[in-house]
């Protein structure tokens, strides 16, 4: 199954089958008890996803973590780019490089 959202972007995530994180120290699933006093509530109060990541983010993590260099890094031109082009795709604003600021 594959959404869409309304810029046209392929989301080849399925939300038919949620990941159950109950176990796996999950503030949203394992910690009802302590936080509300009860387990029988729906986790609705945390932005926790219960599904996959998407698999394009999981590959660019993999490939980032696999050099084993982990240092500061100074932004690059194409992050700058990414910024100002998602913000003129997006929200039609012209976005100016030195409005951006690295932190």
């Not at 046209?8 to 009802?32: A, C, E, Q």
């Not at 260099?69 to 003129?88: A, H, K, R, T």
């Amino acid at each position: 199954m594959v959404f869409r959202r309304n810029y046209g972007l392929p989301m080849p995530t399925n939300f038919d089958h949620p990941i159950d994180r109950t176990g796996t120290h999950s503030v949203k699933w394992d910690y009802r008890q302590k936080i509300f006093g009860k387990e029988d509530i729906l986790a609705m109060w945390v932005a926790d996803m219960d599904f996959p990541t998407a698999p394009a983010v999981s590959k660019a993590l993999e490939e980032r973590a696999s050099h084993s260099v982990f240092g500061y890094s100074l932004p690059s031109e194409e992050l700058f780019n990414s910024v100002i082009d998602w913000y003129q795709k997006r929200h039609n604003w012209p976005v100016q490089k030195e409005w951006l600021i690295y932190v």
